[in-house]
T-cell receptor
Framework: AQSVTQLGSHVSVSEGALVLLRCNYS??????LFWYVQYPNQGLQLLLK??????LVKGINGFEAEFKKSETSFHLTKPSAHMSDAAEYFCAVTPESGGYNKLIFGAGTRLAVHP | NAGVTQTPKFRVLKTGQSMTLLCAQDMNHEYMYWYRQDPGMGLRLIHY???????AKGEVPDGYNVSRLKKQNFLLGLESAAPSQTSVYFC????????????FGSGTRLTVV
């Protein structure tokens, strides 16, 4: 069955440090991949998406992610963390079967940024 | 502002009561979705719709019903609420094709006591 795994439910970094949030998926066909961010008491916002074009995808707020088919990964990075990046981040993938009309979400990674 | 609006934002129900959550979008999107968010489990799809008059079951449909009588509205109903349905519910919509990404509402926090 299609699945998406986010390694680490909580990640803590210092302000200015590299942010790395991990996402791995299982699929025998190339999926579409997404990263969403959720700030406290808000809905999810789209950060970036991979839809079979360039493998390195740039999103909003300085985030980027690289699609690596050989590793079935789509890790999210940001060179320098800011306090405002503290939020929960969700990786999502289109299902292996049943069409591309819905997304499967990972369990989420909560990012804390400390001074 | 254009977007997805969910009502109500908060609700407390007693076990066995019924209620309807309303989702409205003004972006003329074809696709609409209801997810529930529980700690450590991410978002799980309850039901979705690929167009006016259509509905389909998602990953966790039991105990919920939906209707999409108008393109802009997607209703989620709980006929007999149970404590296991305590959750945060999110509605989302998407253009066709949906891989352009979802637009989410701000959520409804439901507590069943």
């Amino acid at each position: 069955a299609q699945s998406v795994t986010q390694l680490g439910s909580h990640v803590s970094v210092s302000e200015g440090a590299l942010v790395l949030l991990r996402c791995n998926y299982s699929s025998s066909v190339p999926p579409y991949l997404f990263w969403y961010v959720q700030y406290p008491n808000q809905g999810l916002q789209l950060l970036l998406k991979y839809t079979s074009a360039a493998t390195l995808v740039k999103g909003i707020n300085g985030f980027e992610a690289e699609f690596k088919k050989s590793e079935t990964s789509f890790h999210l990075t940001k060179p320098s963390a800011h306090m405002s990046d503290a939020a929960e981040y969700f990786c999502a993938v289109t299902p292996e079967s049943g069409g591309y009309n819905k997304l499967i979400f990972g369990a989420g990674t909560r990012l804390a940024v400390h001074p | 502002n254009a977007g997805v609006t969910q009502t109500p934002k908060f609700r407390v129900l007693k076990t066995g009561q019924s209620m309807t959550l309303l989702c409205a979008q003004d972006m003329n999107h074809e696709y609409m979705y209801w997810y529930r968010q529980d700690p450590g489990m991410g978002l799980r799809l309850i039901h979705y719709s690929v167009g006016e008059g259509t509905t389909a079951k998602g990953e966790v449909p039991d105990g919920y019903n939906v209707s999409r009588l108008k393109k802009q509205n997607f209703l989620l109903g709980l006929e007999s609420a149970a404590p296991s349905q305590t959750s945060v519910y999110f509605c989302a919509s998407s253009r066709d094709p949906p891989y352009w990404g979802y637009t989410f509402g701000s959520g409804t926090r439901l507590t069943v006591v």
